[in-house]
């Protein structure tokens, strides 16, 4: 189990104020009601449930950045539609992501990409992760 401490520093912290800034999203107004978690698609290949990712957000936890979670979310917007605070917490992953990257962490890398893999891939899907993925 995942021990950190809470302290009133971390919840203002920098961490916290990029993640509200890049995504424009109040952390604070999403109240953990869960539904966003309830009707994920894609939970199942998480390790932690998309609200479990803002609350550690809003607690200015920076392992949330370590989470697999940041990088499946497939941006499907179901989440955005069933959350009743207005959250949207793609662009929450998205910033997420961002922080990661502009910290020089790359999600995928291309060396280790075999060739026959990248002839059959189509571009539009290579443009898109390499996007995603990589800084
Ligand atoms: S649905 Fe919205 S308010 Fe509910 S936990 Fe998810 S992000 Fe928070
Ligand atoms: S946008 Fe991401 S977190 Fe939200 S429902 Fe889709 S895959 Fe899940």
Do not use: H
Request: glycine share 6%; charged share 20%; net charge positive.
């Amino acid at each position: 189990m995942m021990r950190t401490t809470i302290s009133s520093n971390k919840v203002r912290s920098k961490f916290v104020q990029d993640v509200q800034d890049i995504s424009g999203q109040d952390l604070l107004s999403c109240n953990q009601c869960g539904k966003c978690s309830a009707g994920c698609p894609v939970a199942g290949t998480m390790d932690l449930l998309p609200s479990q990712v803002v609350r550690m957000a809003q607690l200015g936890m920076e392992e949330v950045l370590s989470s697999r979670t940041i990088w499946t979310c497939a941006s499907c917007l179901t989440c955005v539609t069933r959350c009743p605070k207005g959250v949207d917490l793609p662009r929450m992953m998205e910033a997420l992501r961002e922080i990661s990257l502009r910290a020089g962490v790359s999600k995928i890398d291309l060396n280790s990409l075999p060739p026959e893999l990248l002839r059959e891939l189509p571009q539009l899907a290579i443009v898109g992760g390499f996007r995603k993925y990589i800084k």
